[in-house]
């Protein structure tokens, strides 16, 4: 495993991927194809320019003879595809560019890789693809694939192709789906980064209906450790599941964000409720750690105020990155709270 494509390089997830890569394998030379959109930040990998290992290239995974042509010029060992349009609330503004990139990227990434006999497929994939839960029971892997959103289908969709690749062509192909992470260089429309980020300036935290919805935390590094083992030592054609055991409802984690800044729970507002909001997720992972020798490293509380940290010591990332597009979306999403 020397070269590795890694596609949305630049976000939340792949740009903590990459610093775990290149931080725990020297020899590892890591492609980095992004697009650059609105949640890609190439501050977010900028210790690592001019690193004999990293490559950065600017490019949509939707552009078959850019794909192609990089394919060509490089053998790589694995192809990790990050890229995607992730957040469920602008899928239910505008669903368009969650079916080019979410679907037409995963088939034409999948038709490159293929072509040119990569030895190992990552699709990094989400539990949201399960449907939601009840108040009892958990996603194992055998879960029936049933999305609510535009984001999951589109998801979903994108992994019933791997699956396809897998089984008709033989491609050695691995999904993993994993729970709602946080960690440090999460774009600040997703539900913990825009808490801290609203609290810090006493702004109010928009609570979708009564907050009573779940969902299981993972630390992104937990999450990243899980692909990395996955990839080294996981079965083509297996779907290995990824979460936290920290399953919290939403109003919980506020109040808790809250009482961590020391800031008022008046501050919380409860605004119309998300259409279609899953109620509840939760994962089984004892496959991952009976098969792949992973587990969850993180203890919720310590990784959720290192988080706040993080972000309270750079609010220069922050700022940066809440002014242009991520004003637009938030004012139509929120008005002028
Ligand atoms: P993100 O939105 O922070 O980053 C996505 C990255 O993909 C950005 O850098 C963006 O520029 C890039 N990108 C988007 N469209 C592209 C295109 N057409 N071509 C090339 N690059 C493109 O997302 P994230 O939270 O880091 O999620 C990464 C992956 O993990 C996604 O596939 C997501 O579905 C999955 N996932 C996320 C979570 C979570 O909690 N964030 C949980 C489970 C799975």
Request: net charge negative; aromatic share 10%; charged share 25%.
């Given at each position: 495993m020397k070269r590795i494509l890694v596609t949305g390089g630049c976000g939340f997830i792949g740009s903590n991927f990459i610093r775990l890569q290149l931080s725990?394998?020297?020899?590892?030379?890591?492609?980095?194809?992004?697009?650059?959109?609105?949640?890609?930040?190439?501050?977010?990998?900028?210790?690592?320019?001019?690193?004999?290992?990293?490559?950065?290239?600017?490019?949509?995974?939707?552009?078959?003879?850019?794909?192609?042509?990089?394919?060509?010029?490089?053998?790589?060992?694995?192809?990790?595809?990050?890229?995607?349009?992730?957040?469920v609330d602008r899928s239910i503004?505008?669903?368009?560019?969650?079916?080019?990139?979410?679907?037409?990227?995963?088939?034409?990434?999948?038709?490159?890789?293929?072509?040119?006999?990569?030895?190992?497929?990552?699709?990094?994939?989400?539990?949201e693809v399960y449907g939601s839960l009840g108040p009892e029971g958990l996603f194992t892997e055998q879960t029936p694939i049933a999305p609510n959103s535009p984001y999951s289908a589109s998801k979903a969709a994108a992994d019933l192709l791997?699956?396809?690749?897998?089984?008709?062509?033989?491609?050695?192909?691995?999904?993993?789906?994993?729970?709602?992470?946080?960690?440090?260089?999460?774009?600040?429309?997703?539900?913990?980064p825009l808490f801290i980020s609203n609290a810090r300036e006493d702004k109010s935290l928009p609570v979708y209906g009564e907050g009573t919805n779940v969902r299981d935390w993972i630390h992104v590094m937990d999450h990243c450790r899980g692909?990395?083992?996955?990839?080294?030592?996981?079965?083509?054609?297996?779907?290995?599941?990824?979460?936290?055991?920290?399953?919290?409802?939403?109003?919980?984690?506020?109040?808790?964000?809250?009482?961590?800044?020391?800031?008022?729970?008046?501050?919380?507002?409860?605004?119309?409720?998300?259409?279609?909001?899953?109620?509840?997720?939760?994962?089984?992972?004892?496959?991952a750690e009976s098969e792949l020798g992973w587990k969850v490293e993180t203890d919720f509380q310590t990784g959720l105020k290192e988080t706040i940290d993080w972000y309270l010591d750079n609010p220069e990332w922050v700022n940066r990155i809440r002014t242009g597009k991520y004003r637009e979306y938030y004012e139509q999403q929120y008005g002028n709270r």
């Open positions: 725990e394998y020297p020899e590892i030379e890591i492609t980095n194809l992004d697009k650059l959109t609105y949640a890609g930040n190439l501050e977010n990998l900028k210790e690592f320019e001019g690193h004999t290992g990293y490559q950065f290239v600017k490019g949509d995974i939707t552009d078959p003879e850019l794909v192609h042509s990089l394919l060509d010029s490089v053998s790589f060992d694995a192809v990790i595809n990050f890229a995607a349009e992730s957040h503004l505008d669903s368009g560019p969650f079916i080019q990139t979410n679907i037409v990227g995963t088939q034409v990434l999948l038709d490159a890789a293929r072509k040119h006999d990569v030895n190992r497929y990552v699709q990094v994939s989400t539990d791997v699956r396809s690749y897998v089984n008709t062509f033989g491609f050695p192909a691995i999904i993993t789906r994993c729970s709602n992470n946080y960690g440090p260089y999460q774009f600040p429309e997703k539900l913990i692909i990395d083992a996955a990839l080294r030592k996981g079965e083509p054609g297996q779907v290995y599941n990824f979460g936290g055991h920290a399953e919290m409802q939403n109003i919980e984690i506020t109040k808790l964000l809250l009482k961590l800044l020391d800031k008022p729970e008046s501050l919380i507002e409860y605004v119309t409720d998300r259409p279609g909001h899953d109620l509840r997720y939760a994962i089984d992972c004892s496959k």
